[in-house]
């Protein structure tokens, strides 16, 4: 389990690092869009979004890659549901629900 979630990891920021940077470098070649895509596309580059968007898959594909595993709260994940959490500490006993409606009424 523990490498599975470091191998995911570092593919899914390798993934986002290369894709960032295909946006300002285009070396992986893609078609032209048709229709209302390729409008939509069109408006992305008339605006210069992209650089936004390109620029948010560098930084976080390259965070995915630099911070280390300590870091990333994997140990937390592990340790579901915390002890001395609100359900342990909060069961309601069938006499306090019945005093409780008592003094309702």
């Not at 599975?4 to 960032?20: D, E, K, Q, T, Y």
């Not at 946006?23 to 992986?28: E, M, Q, Y």
């Not at 870091?71 to 500490?89: A, F, Q, V």
Request: glycine content about 10%; cysteine-free.
């Amino acid at each position: 389990m523990k490498y599975s979630f470091i191998i995911s990891r570092i593919l899914l920021g390798l993934i986002f690092v290369v894709f960032g940077l295909n946006g300002f470098l285009h070396f992986i070649p893609t078609h032209q869009f048709r229709g209302v895509a390729g409008q939509f596309i069109g408006a992305i580059f008339t605006s210069h979004f992209y650089t936004v968007v390109f620029l948010t898959q560098i930084v976080s594909g390259l965070l995915l890659l630099a911070i280390p595993e300590r870091m990333t709260g994997n140990s937390k994940l592990n340790s579901w549901p915390p002890k001395g959490s609100i359900s342990e500490s909060s069961t309601i006993r069938r006499e306090d629900l019945s005093q409780a409606m008592a003094g309702l009424n």
